[in-house]
Every structure is written in structure tokens, then in C-alpha cells.
């Protein structure tokens, strides 16, 4: 069982910038698939970045080259670093982990979730 808990969701003005931050609980953090996802009111989950124990990472289309995923090992932490932000990327942020063998191009959504924070991008 992991436990998750985000940080850092708020209000911010159009292209200006946030970073959330993602405490796990687990000691084999190291190990795991973490990830971002995000639902917009009346829409589904989706991916937004995810980053594997290998290193490797995985963006959705519609924040590349403006969101970058980190993770800090020594301190069971994930984080996503938003940069120009639009009212688009309004929505609930959950931070999620799943097993090293996780897809995040497949459909299938990972195991272990937060209770979201909320990012509202407005004027």
C-alpha cells in the first residue's frame, strides 16, 4: 500500500507558473512508476507526465515543453514544475504509482492515487 499526498495546487494568473509536489509513504518509492494525471470538470483522467524508476519519462502532448516531472529518491517526493500555464490546464492533479512494469501509453490507469489538488489558471 502506498499513500500519497499532493501539494501545491492554486490559483494562478495565465502564463505564470506552479510546481506540485508529492509525498509517498512507501520505502520502496525508488522502485516505482510515478506519475500526474489530471480531470477537468465533465471530463475524464488523463495523463499529464509520468516518470519511471529508470528514469525514463512520458508526457502528454498538450504540456510538452512546458511541464517537467522530477523525482527525488532521497526524500519519496514527485514533483511536476508547470510553466505557462493556460485556463486549459485547469483541473484536479492526482499524483499516482504504480510497478515498475506500469504502461502510461496503454488505457489502463495506475493503482495508487492521491486525493488531488486543485489547479485553477485564471485571470
Known amino acids: 500500500q502506498v499513500q500519497l499526498v499532493e501539494s501545491g495546487g492554486a490559483l494562478v494568473q495565465p502564463g505564470g507558473s506552479l510546481r506540485l509536489s508529492c509525498a509517498a509513504s512507501?520505502?520502496?518509492?525508488?522502485?516505482?512508476?510515478m506519475g500526474w494525471y489530471r480531470q477537468a470538470p465533465g471530463k475524464q483522467r488523463d495523463m499529464v507526465a509520468v516518470n519511471t524508476s529508470a528514469g525514463t519519462t512520458n508526457y502528454a502532448d498538450s504540456v510538452k515543453g512546458r511541464f517537467t516531472i522530477s523525482r527525488d529518491n532521497a526524500k519519496n517526493t514527485v514533483y511536476l514544475q508547470m510553466n505557462s500555464l493556460n485556463p486549459e490546464d485547469t483541473a484536479v492533479y492526482y499524483c499516482?504509482?504504480?510497478?515498475?512494469?506500469?504502461?502510461?501509453?496503454?488505457?489502463?490507469?495506475?493503482?495508487?492515487w492521491g486525493q488531488g489538488t486543485q489547479v485553477t489558471v485564471s485571470s
Open positions: 512507501s520505502s520502496h518509492f525508488r522502485f516505482y512508476t
Open positions: 499516482t504509482a504504480d510497478s515498475p512494469f506500469f504502461d502510461s501509453t496503454s488505457r489502463n490507469l495506475p493503482r495508487y
